[in-house]
């Protein structure tokens, strides 16, 4: 049996940069490979980011990443299975990481938009960001106007 893909390239004026959305029932290695693909591509722009867990470092990709936060003088990179440690600043590693899926929230936190399953803004002077996995952080005063244009203009 052999696999096909069928592929489709729409042109889109209002599109600025591409997206990539695989349509399918159910992931398989096929899915796992093209995904793998086009990680391979995009890595020498976002590269992965190095993360340090029980003795092992490990290479964690930029879209598995929920939140990168301080905790005391350690900088933690959350993703849905662990909490990684990070050996860098957190500015030094908001350089690396791409501009359009992540976004400071405080001083002490970046997170990934594409992993954010609502902002709250019930509440006068605060908004609360809740992650897919249930996790919620804060959104610093600082960082409201930036947060709430995302939530009107997306």
Same mark, same amino acid.
């Given at each position: 049996m052999t696999s096909m893909v069928d592929l489709e390239?729409?042109?889109d004026e209002e599109c600025f940069e591409p997206k990539v959305?695989?349509?399918?029932?159910?992931?398989?290695?096929?899915?796992?490979?093209?995904i793998g693909a086009i990680e391979k591509v995009t890595a020498t722009e976002f590269p992965f980011v190095t993360g340090h867990l029980n003795g092992k470092v490990e290479l964690i990709s930029q879209r598995d990443i929920v939140r990168v936060r301080? *905790?005391?003088?350690?900088? =933690?990179?959350d993703t849905d299975e662990d909490s990684f440690v990070v050996r860098r600043s957190l500015t030094s590693l908001e350089e690396v990481l791409d501009r359009?899926?992540?976004?400071r929230i405080s001083q002490s936190e970046i997170i990934n938009l594409y992993k954010v399953k609502c902002f709250d803004i019930s509440?006068?002077?605060?908004?609360?960001? *809740?992650?897919?996995?249930? =996790?919620?952080?804060?959104?610093?005063r600082r960082y409201m106007k930036t947060i709430r244009d995302i939530c009107y203009d997306r």
């Open positions: 390239v729409v042109l959305k695989i349509h399918t029932k159910s992931r398989t290695d096929l899915v796992e490979k093209i301080t *905790e005391g003088r350690r900088l =933690i990179c359009d899926r992540f976004c509440m006068a002077g605060t908004i609360i960001v *809740e992650f897919d996995n249930g =996790i919620q952080s804060w959104v610093a």
